[in-house]
Each structure stands twice: as C-alpha cells, then as structure tokens.
C-alpha cells in the first residue's frame, strides 16, 4: 500500500476515544439530572445544570486523555529514535 494511502489508525482511534468520553460523561449526568427530576421532584433545571456539568467534565476529561496519549506518543518516538540509533550503526555492540 501507498504510504501516502495509508490512515493513522491510532490517531483515528484516539479521536474515537475522545469523543466516546465527552458522549459518555454528557449521558451519566444527564441521566443524574433525569432521576433527580422525575423521581425526587426537583425542578427541570437541574437536568440542564448536570447536562452542563457533564458537558465541561467530558471535556476536561478528554484534553486529559488526549494529553496522556501525546506523552506516550513522545515518549514511544523516543525511545525508537534511540534503539535506532544504537543498532543502527555498525561499530555499536
């Protein structure tokens, strides 16, 4: 296959998992919100406050994620920079 061709899974997978963080806070405290309106009584602007709240807390929760993967990233680069480096040349034993 064409280099030029080829999809960066891993980065189409941290996207992925990004976005399925934000969906999945937004849903539980949306959910929260729900219960406690239907079944405590409570008025129907706690639902949009913990829709909020999940909305801010996936996102917080996503750069998180998206942080810890570019050091992994990094730190990964790096060390196949330097195992490349030691193998690669012919006077290294």
């Known amino acids: 296959m064409n280099e030029k061709n080829k999809i960066n899974w891993t980065a189409l997978s941290t996207l992925y998992q990004f976005a399925v963080i934000v969906i999945a806070n937004i849903v539980v405290s949306g959910g929260i ?3 406690l309106y239907r079944f405590l009584g409570m008025g129907k602007v706690w639902i949009s406050f913990f829709l909020l709240f999940g ?4 996102i917080y929760n996503g750069i998180r994620y998206l ?5 992994r990233y990094d730190r990964d680069k790096d060390n196949d920079d330097k195992n490349s480096d030691n193998t690669g040349s012919p006077g290294n034993s």
Do not use: D, Q, T
């Open 55 to 58: 909305a801010f807390s996936g």
């Open 33 to 35: 919100g729900y219960l």
């Open 67 to 71: 942080l810890k993967e570019a050091e």
